[in-house]
């Protein structure tokens, strides 16, 4: 089993930048795929990005493409996401996920993910 905490969040203008970060516990992250969701009030939790537990694979929802890297660190037991160029619509409580899994795909489904972090918020302002 693993827990996860989230950390990073906060209050950010539009056009701005955040990095959440993930700390994982246990001696098999290595053997995790990450992911992180995000819900927004009122709205249902929707895939942000995953990647496999090597780092050589990952995915990005088209909404967040182009702007938000995820990474990890498996020497540190931490996954990171780099979020650029914020917008009011990306507020919302961020999850971080974790499955056991070495395949090539993490995974981009909730219900892929049994392990979930009690997630961070993120507020952009206009």
């Known amino acids: 089993q693993v827990q996860l905490v989230e950390s990073g969040g906060g209050l950010v203008q539009a056009g701005g930048s955040l990095r959440l970060s993930c700390a994982a516990s246990?001696?098999?992250?290595?053997?995790?795929?990450m992911g992180w969701f995000r819900q927004a009030p009122g709205k249902e939790r929707e895939f942000v990005a995953a990647?496999?537990?090597?780092?050589?694979?990952?995915y990005a929802a088209d909404s967040v493409k182009g702007r938000f890297t995820i990474s990890r660190d498996n020497a540190k037991n931490t996954v990171a996401l780099q979020m650029n160029s914020l917008q009011p619509e990306d507020t919302a409580v961020y999850y971080c996920?974790?499955?056991?899994?070495?395949?090539?795909?993490?995974?981009?489904?909730?219900?892929?993910?049994?392990?979930w972090g009690q997630g961070t918020q993120v507020t952009v302002s206009s």
């Open positions: 246990g001696r098999t992250f290595s053997h995790h795929a």
């Open positions: 990647i496999s537990w090597n780092g050589g694979n990952t």
């Open positions: 996920a974790a499955r056991v899994s070495l395949g090539r795909l993490p995974g981009t489904k909730g219900s892929d993910y049994p392990y």
